[in-house]
């Protein structure tokens, strides 16, 4: 929290209030990141790790190690994928597990984080497609993500991308400016936007 008027003092007591249109969009990028690094490892390879994230109310960000650029049909088969886990509504749960346990299972953890003896492990799906050791907020089942779509692609050092991308209300509103955009060229080419 911020104290933005006045001061508090150890002992003080306070209401907070979770804007939850806020939350929901916060958990959707979280759980989509899971996705995304599944769709990435399964289109890439198993060398793909999460180097870095953001998740944030309007979009996400996921920095990971490869070594070239994305192509066109890899970004399309990665967002193919994670959309695909979306509408299968697969149910989004959290299991409490000795460390050792969860890495036997295969649960993936961040490469340089320090953990405790008993982790959480946030799963996607029954039986998981995806489980990671995860803290974080998440939606209840994979439906409530929406759309998922990629923005950016980019390098951000060597053996280092990162993906750019929205959920939800973010990701309906980016397709709609684009396809107005798209629109307004094909008028001042006296065109349609209709594929041949």
Known sequence: GRVTEGSLTVGDEVETE????RRRDIARNHTATHLLQSALRQVLGKHVEQRGSLVAPDQLRFDFSHLAAMTEKELKEVQHRVNERIR?????????????KAVEEGAIALFDEKYGETVRVLKIGEPPVSAELCGGTHVGFTAEILLFQIITETS?????????????REALSFLERHTSALERIAQSLSSSTEAA
């Open 156 to 168: 951000i050092g060597a053996g280092l991308r990162r993906i750019e991308a929205a959920t939800g």
């Open 18 to 21: 979770v804007d939850v249109e």
């Open 88 to 100: 299968q509504n697969l149910k989004v749960y959290a299991e409490e597990m000795p460390y050792k």
